[in-house]
């Protein structure tokens, strides 16, 4: 007996222990059903576009609101842009470089939003742009001694200098790796990014902090509906309405781009925001691109567990229940049609699930087709380092680790090149 008593807490233990593991092994993926894209919630067959930007895009859209990433909290804040700085030399001359701040005001409160932009000095007319959002700050995605450092919140991390929560001069330049930006310059587009601690600092404190700070009275009486995701994502949306009015910005040619949570964050602001011609998931994993219910790596419960804070409350309920989840990620994917979407994978990511963010890619390709566009049906991951674009989607997993590299953004702007039509436009 007692015995019993001293091995039955460790037993249980035990097995929560290999509970928790995740699954890398292809054979232990559970069977599941995924919901169907083209049946409206009414039981109504969605046969054209017509049917689905009409009845089945909403109701998907909402979905996702309500069960996974909360709503937008920005609906009632207004933006100004409050400074604005420009360089007409930087980088050796060969870009314009802007620093774009933009205020949320909201009963008085206000929180802001820095967005850097490199522009190629050779082009005359508005110029097309990849976007995306930065983790450490934009000192740090390149070298340029002009770029302003962050004040914000920025998490510790001693090898990128940033100290008691706050960035230092010896951080800029140390993520310059992720954002090759002569390169994106010299191929004809322009570069904007935004430190996503500027939207939603990235921890949990019930949504005190960051955009959300200014709407505490809205939080509580929409606490279902807050998430960091959707936080980031709408600052996304904000300097969309800033590009729009800049006449050196191409804004019908913005490509959106996101790496592991800021990929998560890409793919639901375009979902969100269709005025972002192009979108790209880099390595987005659960909660991005990758399937839930194959619950291979990182899953429902893991993620919730680790970031409370990225989902809305209601997206707990599915921890260890992804078959009970109105949604799964292919129909993210699926929001984006007719547009064209991108979804990279890495080898050895396999935490963020490589297959599954292909099979999810495939799954949403029933949407495409009702625009009359060839999709990848395909079930058998492309060989790896080999790209495999079929219609508007594209995707490729590239040997190595989870990260972005500038193999990844050489893919990417081709990709553009083949959409946006930019090849014609280069001198
Ligand atoms: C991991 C997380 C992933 C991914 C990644 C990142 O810890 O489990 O979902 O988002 O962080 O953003 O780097």
Wanted: proline share 5%; net charge negative.
């Amino acid at each position: 007996m007692k015995i019993l008593k001293i091995l039955t807490p460790a037993l249980f233990f035990f097995l929560g222990t290999l509970a928790a593991q995740p699954i890398y092994d292809e054979s232990k993926v559970p069977a599941y059903e995924l919901p169907d894209l083209l049946t409206s919630d009414g039981g109504q067959s969605i046969e054209d576009q017509s049917d689905w930007m009409d009845i089945r895009r909403p109701e998907i859209l909402q979905k996702f609101s309500d069960f996974v990433y909360g709503s937008y909290p920005l609906n009632i804040v207004q933006t100004e842009v409050s400074r604005v700085d420009v360089a007409t030399e930087a980088l050796d001359g060969v870009a314009i470089r802007k620093q774009i701040t933009i205020h949320f005001v909201h009963e008085g409160d206000t929180a802001d939003m820095s967005v850097l932009i490199y522009l190629p000095k050779a082009d005359p007319n508005p110029t097309p742009i990849f976007f995306g959002l930065n983790f450490y700050g934009n000192h740090t995605i390149h070298v340029d001694s002009g770029i302003d450092i962050t004040d914000h919140y920025v998490r510790n991390n001693n090898d990128l200098h940033i100290f008691n929560n706050r960035a230092t001069e010896g951080s800029r330049g140390l993520r310059a790796h992720r954002w090759p930006v002569e390169l994106i310059l010299e191929r004809g587009y322009g570069l904007a990014t935004i430190y996503y601690g500027d939207l939603d600092p990235d921890y949990d404190d019930n949504f005190e902090n960051g955009i959300h700070g200014i709407l505490v009275d809205q939080r509580r009486r929409h606490e279902l509906a807050f998430s960091g995701i959707s936080a980031w994502a709408a600052g996304l949306s904000v300097a969309m309405d800033y590009f729009e009015t800049d006449q050196d910005i191409d804004h019908d040619r913005v490509s959106l781009l996101g790496h592991s949570r800021l990929g998560k964050a890409a793919l639901w602001a375009g979902a969100m925001d269709q005025r972002f011609a192009i979108v790209i998931s880099n390595n987005s994993g659960c909660g991005g691109a990758a399937l839930s219910r194959r619950k291979y790596g990182e899953t429902v419960r893991q993620i919730n567990e680790r970031f409370p804070h990225w989902f809305c409350k209601r997206f707990h309920n599915f921890n260890d229940k992804e078959n009970e989840l109105p949604v799964d990620q292919h129909m993210l994917l699926a929001l984006l049609a007719p547009r064209p979407v991108y979804v990279a994978s890495a080898e050895d990511d396999r935490w963020a699930d490589p297959r599954g963010e292909y099979i999810s890619l495939v799954h949403a390709g029933p949407t495409y087709e009702l625009f009359g566009f060839d999709v990848i049906e395909n079930h058998e991951l492309p060989a790896t380092n080999e790209r495999r674009w079929s219609g508007q989607m594209g995707y490729h997993i590239r040997s190595g680790p989870h990260d972005i590299t500038t193999w990844d953004w050489e893919q990417y702007l081709d990709f553009a090149d083949v959409h946006l039509g930019q090849r014609e436009l280069k001198r």
